[in-house]
């Protein structure tokens, strides 16, 4: 009898627990009587005794022939005032968590999306791809089924090679190592080349993901200043380099995020060249390089004739966020970073290597670029012209080459951290310029994203955007 | 005259590199020369000017109304005589590279595949899974385009939660955080709780791939005893504590490969209780628990008051490991972990977590692993009364509780690298024991793969190797 009633006691708590922390929530249906009893090796009695206990406690609710719910509770506890499951480690405060609070905003659909920078998903063939991975899945199960090699599906890796047939120093097959994403080949690249302590030299402004990765590996950043229209100041770098002040680079020369500058060949070759002087590596943040506006550009990678590039690039940006597929051509740190992926994991998933060396082996993402750049550089011409018109004078905005970031630069009084907290409250979501290098300069400078067609409800979101900064 | 003479020179070096890194192989088509005119920003002739150069030299030929093809060199470069890319960089010998050359037969689809632990495909349910990944594609193309918050798809944490409803302490939804394979899980957990230089425990012997994260992250390693059929030695691991050698524990307490042994829910507890006294973390590799025989085992994470257990599992061993699609509960070192995967790869794919959601709440998923559990103890079974029919007198065999893993004692003087050799001539593929322990211990003992149906032909080349090692 004693026996029985503390197991009864022990499973109620257990399901009670369950419905607090919300893996069974108001309206969902319980497992059956028989299920809870298999599952909890108790008898049916028991779990009739639990279900009379919590019915009576209000938290659940029998209903003939279609069985136990969760009751929605009274008076709800609000998620913010939820006690910490564990007792909470100290952490440093950081500019990464300044940062996801402004990314944070992000998820609301209801906001209008001018803060991440993002092609809009309707100039994205969506239905075509996705018939295409289910082609790709039916005509070859086993294959999609298991692992692939830790360098990638070869298929996906001879196509990825061949992008480079026009690089002065072209890519080999057997250097690319495909990633779950560019975040990925970035992360594993500066695993491969620094360590805790050591300094990383980045453009400044630069992308906020580039921050958060070095804060989080305990990196310390070493901006360059860049060159309006032109890019990385590679007089500065010089300067830094023979100080021995850099033990690695991580730059972007296509498109670069924020300022949407193309660094020309010759600058690229010279970077390059700078660097192997100096034998210090640089990891080259490609991700914005299929969406340069004239056409395919050469990466500073074309010119590495000492591997001493460590190319980073995905289809993130330019087709799909949720395949999560990028890769890397490491050149003489191929070895190490080949390595660290195997011990991150594995490899990458098989069916998203599938769709893609389709996709590439077919034309059809080349084809979908062309459409891609034609509607990023339309959509950014018109966004200048409507901050040109409903912006402060003295606002000064910068002509992308390629991607669909705006970086605007407004009058030195105006505080952006201020317009980010102004737009949200109309329901608009910008970034303000300081989280786009660690010594959050930049304040009167923001970041909007002009991966949307413009409709008339977006000029007027734009025109609403420029009285707001009038204002202040 | 001398530019033109000078780009035609370019654009059919470039050519000629590709092909000779195979980026075009021999019968393959090159583009056309529109295309390359404009690749390579040249005129039409500069084009067919390359090519009458580059089929002089006989690596290419022209198929009128066909197009260009490249052709089978005459006397082909093997490919261990080519020189290297780029110089390399000097790096230590190690066990990994061992380990990894232990692992190469396994790509050769004709040798009987004794090494690796994985069940068989055939197995596993390959066309309703795959039918249902397009299934979910389909019906929300939308969600399967783009990011999923880091943390993972919120209906698969949703259902991942609930498989602790029997837990003593039950995982909370929100400590979930979803990753690539249970490898990713364990990787970013060492990364969040150790650091270079750190000791971490296992048990003696281990999973060789927890082995190669160690080494390559710097890692030391403390091996634990195991007390055959019970699990790891909690008065070895408590000497070892009480000393402060150990800064993080890597454990397996189910199903555990190879030794296969599942540790009593009584051990489990103290286990826990013993790591939470000193405040040591756990990392639980638990990626073999479904397949316990007797059906779903606690975790010693079940037992985590103090949440220092930090839970890691995929599907990769139960379901596909192609999706690469695992996760982790890190209790108090939620935040870190959250914060090294969104660095890692910001979050994982979306279509493979719409999948395991789907195939979660259908009940698929439990289905299929009743069935699977079926399939493993009869094949582990029957393998084990194969081993004592031909296996040499002295030889012992530890009965799995779960997974596919056979570890087979041999008699003291058996070397089983000399049965790995041998064993491979004859196209069988086995695991020799001494990668199972970072000292190369276990040099009699051997691991093999139970994951395949027993046909007559398993069962003869089970005799074969029988033979081979009585006659050492």
Redesign the interface.
Known sequence: MRQKSFLYE?VSG??R??IR????VPGEKL?SVRQLSR???VSINTILQCFRQLEAEGLIKTYARSGVFVVRPKTPAPLSTVTP?????P?EVSL?ERILNFMEPH?DQSIVPLGIALPA?EL?P??QV?QT??DV??AA??E??????PHGYDRLN?QL??R?????V?I????IVV???C??AM?LALRAVTRPGNTVAIESPTYYGAL??LE??GRRALQIPTIPGQGISLSALDQALRRGQVDACLFSTNAQNPLGFTMANRQKQELVQLLARHQVPMIENDIWGDTVFQGPALPAKAFDE??MVIYCNSFSKSL??????GWTAP??????IL??K???????????QMLMSRLLESGFYQRHLQKLRGSLRSQTARMVELIRAHFPSGTQVAEPTGGCALWITLPDHIDTEVVFHQALKQRIHIFPGAVFSPGRDHHNCLRINAGGPVTPELEETMARLGELTRRL
């Open positions: 022990t257990q399901l627990e369950q922390r919300g893996s069974y497992p599952i909890f090796d499951l564990f007792p909470m480690l952490v990464s998820i998903q994205m969506v239905n996705l991975y289910r899945t039916r199960p086993q999609a089924w298991g692992y692939t090699h001879h090679a061949r480079s047939l026009n690089y002065p072209p080999a097959e057997q250097d990633t779950n994403g975040m990925e992360e958060i990765v989080v590996m000492e591997g799909m966020p949720g395949l999560r597929l050149g003489r740190f191929h070895r190490r390595e660290l195997q011990v991150s994991n594995i490899t990458t998933a098989t069916p998203p």
